[in-house]
């Protein structure tokens, strides 16, 4: 047998042998891609119900924190009188016009303003909160007057 007729076989053994590895690597890929897509999809089934149940607490959470806000005036730890709590909800929940019920009755002359906000667990709060606080704390808060044109 000649050098060239060898060298047919080994070269033919050797694309006989490639394709068989490719196609046995392409198998194994394929086997563990369909493994893995299975594992997937069992996990976003048990995940989707925790992440509905998380998304139920939240929400609950948020309502709860939003009743809270509204009936904070009622509670007898408010420490103002209803009657003087302005609720605006954003950026902070109340503008309370300290005395102005009594202003209104002619039994006082004076107010103090508080801004309040209602906070339920352990909110706290947020950086526009934060600016507003410093800066009435900072007493950086005015007057105005803005008259509009009769046309």
């Not at 007898?76 to 909800?89: E, K």
């Not at 706290?124 to 005015?142: F, G, M, N, P, S």
Request: hydrophobic residues 45%; without cysteine; glycine residues 6%.
């Amino acid at each position: 047998m000649a050098f060239e007729e060898i060298l047919v076989y080994v070269v033919i053994a050797l694309v006989i042998g490639f394709a068989l590895g490719w196609f046995f690597v392409k198998a194994q890929i394929t086997a563990i891609e369909a493994r893995y897509r299975a594992e997937l999809e069992r996990w976003k089934v048990e995940a989707a119900g925790e992440i509905r149940k998380d998304s139920v607490n939240r929400s609950r959470s948020t309502l709860k924190g939003k009743i809270a806000e509204q009936m904070a005036p009622l509670l007898p730890s408010f420490g103002y009188l209803s009657a003087d709590a302005r609720f605006i909800g954003s950026p902070v929940d109340y503008i309370i016009f300290d005395g102005l019920s009594a202003v209104a009755d002619e039994k006082g002359s004076s107010i103090r303003i508080v801004f309040m906000d209602v906070k339920h667990g352990s909110a706290t709060l947020t950086r526009t909160q934060r600016v507003i606080k410093k800066a009435v704390e900072e007493q950086a808060v005015t007057w105005q007057t803005f008259h509009l044109s009769d046309e």
